[in-house]
């Protein structure tokens, strides 16, 4: 039985991409008859044809679905006209943060405390100086701050993040760069504490007397090497779901005590587990140089190993 009615059905996915491309073919009609002298590179905003063929899945007519393509139909639209009036007004992307930095020894002090802050990135310690700090930082959109002082004969140093919240636009046409790499003094004890958000961290501290070393961090890819500068060691890592390498002399006493719920654990035969979750090398109590170490984590990868 033949009813004479129409069988196209509504299409999100065809009218999104059939509106792109008479929105393209109106602008490239508009520049060449020279109404626009702006150039646009609308390539660019490929990603969006992804959003269109999902958007292209949801099937229906109900409220839900209407107001989901709706929404995120005015976002990405959002997102986009808000790239092309900058485009338009002549903005230029901010250009990257690119600083050294450097604090003296203070040698009247006795041992010195770094705090460091800095948003997801990488981070890199690496080697020794005879300043108490040095380092630089590369970031699209933070710049560092650093102050020092020094308190009952404690040098402290401050590290933490100015940042510009306008720039991350910027990020979506764009990857967004932020490293910080730093050198510690080899000769005073050092207290180190690192905040950091999803991070790269490789920190070889093997040449720094590193008395205490706390690290917060969320889900990241953890190195780090302690060295024999370093007689008594508290250290504590704080972190999401993570891939964490950490390194020991042979020669030191560790206890190891683990809150890391489901994460896999390698660590060489010289350790014994004494109670849940606490592993012990042979003769820590009586070792002259000790490591006590304390890890949290999420789901993660850990390794210990011995050099």
Same mark, same amino acid.
């Given at each position: 039985?033949?009813?004479?009615?129409?069988?196209?059905?509504?299409?999100?996915?065809?009218?999104?991409?059939?509106?792109?491309?008479?929105?393209?073919?109106?602008?490239?009609?508009?520049?060449?008859?020279?109404?626009?002298?702006?150039?646009?590179?609308?390539?660019?905003?490929?990603?969006?044809?992804?959003?269109?063929?999902?958007?292209?899945?949801?099937?229906?007519?109900?409220?839900?679905?209407?107001?989901?393509?709706?929404?995120?139909?005015?976002?990405?639209?959002?997102?986009?006209?808000?790239?092309?009036?900058?485009?338009?007004?002549?903005?230029?992307?901010?250009?990257?943060?690119?600083?050294?930095?450097?604090?003296?020894?203070?040698?009247?002090?006795?041992?010195?405390?770094?705090?460091?802050?800095?948003?997801?990135?990488?981070?890199?310690?690496?080697?020794?100086?005879?300043?108490?700090?040095?380092?630089?930082?590369?970031?699209?959109?933070?710049?560092?701050?650093?102050?020092?002082?020094?308190?009952?004969?404690?040098?402290?140093?401050?590290?933490?993040?100015?940042?510009?919240?306008?720039?991350?636009?910027?990020?979506?046409?764009?990857?967004?760069?932020?490293?910080?790499?730093?050198?510690?003094?080899?000769?005073?004890?050092?207290?180190?504490?690192?905040?950091?958000?999803?991070?790269?961290?490789?920190?070889?501290?093997?040449?720094? &007397?590193?008395?205490?070393?706390?690290? *917060? #961090? +969320? !889900? /990241? %890819? $953890?190195?780090? =090497?302690?060295?024999?500068?370093?007689?008594?060691?508290?250290?504590?890592?704080?972190?999401?779901?993570?891939?964490?390498?950490?390194?020991?002399?042979?020669?030191?006493?560790?206890?190891?005590?683990?809150?890391?719920?489901?994460?896999?654990?390698?660590?060489?035969?010289?350790?014994?587990?004494?109670?849940?979750?606490?592993?012990?090398?042979?003769?820590?109590?009586?070792?002259? &140089?000790?490591?006590?170490?304390?890890? *949290? #984590? +999420? !789901? /993660? %990868? $850990?390794?210990? =190993?011995?050099?």
């Amino acid at each position: 039985m033949n009813h004479n009615k129409d069988d196209r059905t509504f299409s999100t996915g065809n009218l999104l991409f059939g509106l792109m491309i008479v929105l393209a073919g109106i602008y490239f009609l508009l520049q060449s008859l020279g109404f626009i002298d702006v150039r646009i590179n609308i390539f660019k905003y490929w990603p969006a044809l992804i959003v269109i063929a999902g958007l292209s899945m949801l099937k229906g007519k109900s409220p839900l679905i209407v107001g989901i393509v709706i929404a995120v139909s005015l976002f990405v639209a959002a997102l986009i006209g808000y790239d092309i009036y900058l485009t338009v007004k002549g903005f230029e992307q901010p250009k990257a943060f690119n600083s050294e930095f450097s604090i003296g020894l203070n040698k009247d002090a006795d041992s010195a405390r770094i705090k460091v802050e800095f948003p997801a990135g990488r981070i890199k310690i690496d080697g020794s100086t005879e300043e108490l700090v040095y380092g630089s930082y590369t970031s699209d959109f933070v710049e560092l701050e650093v102050e020092e002082r020094t308190e009952a004969g404690v040098q402290k140093v401050n590290i933490y993040p100015e940042k510009r919240i306008s720039d991350i636009f910027w990020g979506f046409s764009r990857v967004l760069e932020n490293e910080l790499v730093m050198s510690l003094n080899g000769e005073t004890d050092i207290d180190l504490s690192i905040d950091t958000g999803a991070s790269n961290l490789i920190a070889d501290l093997s040449e720094n &007397r590193i008395r205490n070393f706390y690290l *917060k #961090a +969320g !889900a /990241s %890819k $953890i190195d780090v =090497e302690f060295g024999e500068k370093s007689k008594i060691l508290d250290a504590e890592l704080d972190c999401g779901a993570s891939t964490i390498h950490i390194r020991i002399p042979k020669d030191a006493g560790v206890n190891i005590k683990f809150d890391a719920g489901l994460s896999s654990k390698t660590l060489p035969e010289s350790f014994e587990e004494i109670e849940e979750g606490v592993y012990q090398t042979e003769g820590y109590e009586t070792s002259e &140089r000790k490591i006590d170490l304390e890890i *949290k #984590a +999420g !789901a /993660s %990868k $850990i390794e210990i =190993e011995q050099y």
